[in-house]
């Protein structure tokens, strides 16, 4: 069973910053894309960014300019650096991994208060 391990949730007033984190085990090799996607109270899940093996991203236009992802290779490891965060980013972020098959994480609350 893969688990992916991930820090940096919390509460967090608008505007501020926090970074997420996430580590795949070593024993995952050529990992395709990492990223984040989350989920608020009543709605679905959605992509906020992804970080493909190359370096190349993509993020959710709701995030753009405010939100960097990237990625340490060598340490399985995805990042999510957000800033100027509002009240609308809170919900429960998910890291994705991506191989042969998509591992999830177990979630981390993001909550921003007004």
């Known amino acids: 069973q893969v688990q992916l391990v991930e820090s940096g949730g919390g509460l967090v007033q608008a505007g501020g910053s926090l970074r997420l984190s996430c580590a795949a085990p070593?024993?995952?090799?050529?990992?395709?894309?990492m990223g984040w996607h989350r989920q608020a109270p009543g709605k679905r899940r959605e992509m906020v960014a992804v970080?493909?093996?190359?370096?190349?991203?993509n993020y959710a236009d709701s995030v753009k300019g405010r939100f960097t992802i990237s990625r340490d290779n060598a340490k399985n490891t995805v990042y999510l650096q957000m800033n100027s965060l509002k009240p609308e980013d809170t919900a429960v972020y998910y890291c994705?991994?991506?191989?042969?098959?998509?591992?999830w994480g177990q979630g981390t609350q993001v909550t921003v208060s007004s």
């Open positions: 970080i493909d093996s190359g370096g190349s991203t």
């Open positions: 070593g024993s995952i090799f050529s990992i395709d894309a």
């Open positions: 994705l991994c991506v191989t042969t098959r998509a591992y």
